[in-house]
């Protein structure tokens, strides 16, 4: 890698946010750039109400270093304008707002305030969620006919099993409608009761056509996550974190798995967990262009995966 590609891109060192601006807008474009791609689509960025989105920095600030065994700084702690706008300026064309709940009653009220997000926000990818609670097939269904075009789901921090009676039919009619689902199901950066593999492997077995994006490669169960998605084609992953200086130092993506991730080319889609990483936005990019897996590869997960997937 040459001195160009520092770990953490043109803002210095993991963390740093010098100069967050023109600079380092101008080496996020020049990456795509150089591939030939029309700009980028993450699928995995954070927008969500402020005083939520706060509470979430608060646990980073506090136990979430204690979580991973190292500190997690906020990179991009930022109001929304600006995060929306600094996006913009990286050529990312299309990204979602990844947002979630981690108790009834929450799951209808963070849908409205996505859809209105979506409405103001047209380059967000309209996003929803859910919880297993008595009602949810019915605001699952109002989503998507109000024009959800993705939906967060998070096993971790809802302490949920995703195989819950209550989700089944919500998983149906996600399954009918072909709205993906960005879910995190692995046990990185620490273990649920319901993460892994087996619990999201038994919703698919009831809904084979459930068109999940597996977050994070499924850290730390890479190897599992690929089988499952060797085995459904539907099933899909997205790279957020992974390969990353930060990530690898903690749970490390097998070597030898890289033939198979280059294998599921058609089927990885970007992700960077913007803006709650602890490193400059650049340096996902080139922990991926690191892996040596081809420019073809690196296009079709910066860009045109994510493209064919949501019609962009």
């Known amino acids: ?33 150089r591939l030939g791609l029309p700009g980028l689509i993450d699928v995995h960025t954070h927008f969500m109400p402020e005083r939520v989105l706060h509470k979430v ?6 136990q979430g270093p204690l979580t991973a065994g190292l500190e997690w700084p906020i990179a991009y702690r930022k109001a929304e304008r600006e995060r929306t706008s600094l996006l913009r300026r990286f050529g990312v064309r299309a990204f979602t707002a990844m947002l979630y709940p981690h108790k009834p009653g929450m799951a209808r009220w963070l849908n409205g305030w996505a859809a209105d ?36 789901a998070h ?3 809802g302490a949920y099993d995703p ?14 409608a072909q709205v993906p689902v960005v879910i995190h199901c692995g046990s990185g950066p620490a273990p649920g009761a319901y993460t892994g593999p087996g619990p999201i492997a038994r919703v698919l077995a009831r809904h084979p056509g459930l068109r999940l994006i597996v977050a ?8 599992e996550f690929l089988r499952l998605a060797e085995r459904y084609e539907e099933v899909r992953l997205d790279t957020t974190m ?10 490390p993506f097998p070597r030898r798995a890289l033939p198979r991730l280059a294998g599921l080319g058609d089927r990885v889609l970007l992700g960077s967990d913007f803006p709650n990483i602890p490193y400059a936005y650049a340096h996902q990019l080139y ?6 897996l081809g420019e073809e590869w690196l296009r079709a997960v910066c860009h045109d995966n994510a493209a064919k997937l949501f019609r962009l």
């Not at 103001?120 to 989503?143: I, K, N, Q, W």
């Not at 195989?163 to 009918?176: N, S």
């Not at 992974?242 to 749970?251: C, I, K």
């Not at 922990?287 to 040596?292: C, G, P, Q, S, Y």
């Open 216 to 223: 994070h490669l499924g850290m730390p169960e890479y190897e």
């Open 163 to 176: 195989a819950d009676a209550l989700l089944q039919p919500a998983w149906g009619a996600l399954a009918e």
């Open 287 to 292: 922990a991926l262009e690191r892996l040596d």
């Open 57 to 62: 920095w608060d646990y980073f600030d506090t």
């Open 117 to 152: 997000f979506a409405r103001r926000t047209p380059d967000c990818l309209h996003t929803a969620t859910l919880f297993p609670e008595p009602g949810v097939e019915s605001y699952v269904r109002e989503a998507v006919e109000a024009g959800a075009r993705v939906f967060k």
């Open 1 to 33: 890698m040459s001195d160009h590609h520092t770990p953490a891109g043109a803002a210095g060192s993991p963390g740093s946010t010098s100069d967050a601006g023109a600079d380092e807008a101008a080496e996020v474009r020049r990456f795509w750039g």
């Open 242 to 251: 992974a390969f990353t200086d930060f990530t690898e130092e903690l749970m």
């Open 155 to 157: 096993v971790q921090v």
